[in-house]
């Protein structure tokens, strides 16, 4: 198992910038594939990025992929979400998650395993 624990959220104004961060304990850290969802307020869980076991394999959701960039350092057990020129739309719960295997994109929240307790951003306009 893996246990994922978000941090970085805040309230922020249109325009800034934050980094969030999915630190992961438990099993070797390195094999799993790392995604990033989130959650507003009255909505579906929604897809921003996803990340494979190395650097090479990223992939982003339509909407977000100008702004968005996802990173991870395996040898600090640790994913990155850089969110850039945020928006008050970006508002939302911000979740990691992991699922074990090949990297594939994937999309569905019911595709991954282990999830962390999610962070908030609040971007004021």
């Known amino acids: 198992q893996v246990q994922l624990v978000e941090s970085g959220g805040g309230l922020v104004q249109a325009g800034d910038s934050l980094r969030l961060s999915c630190a992961a304990s438990?099993?070797?850290?390195?094999?799993?594939?790392i995604g990033w969802f989130r959650q507003a307020p009255g909505k579906e869980r929604e897809f921003v990025a996803a990340?494979?076991?190395?650097?090479?394999?990223?992939y982003y959701a339509d909407s977000v992929a100008a702004r968005f960039t996802i990173s991870r350092d395996n040898a600090q057990n640790t994913v990155y979400l850089q969110i850039n020129s945020l928006k008050p739309e970006d508002t939302a719960v911000y979740y990691c998650?992991?699922?074990?295997?090949?990297?594939?994109?994937?999309?569905?929240?019911?595709?991954?395993?282990?999830w962390g307790q999610g962070t908030q951003v609040s971007v004021s306009s």
């Open positions: 990340i494979g076991q190395s650097d090479s394999n990223r």
């Open positions: 998650a992991a699922y074990y295997g090949p990297f594939r994109v994937e999309v569905d929240p019911k595709g991954y395993h282990y």
């Open positions: 438990g099993r070797t850290y390195s094999t799993y594939n």
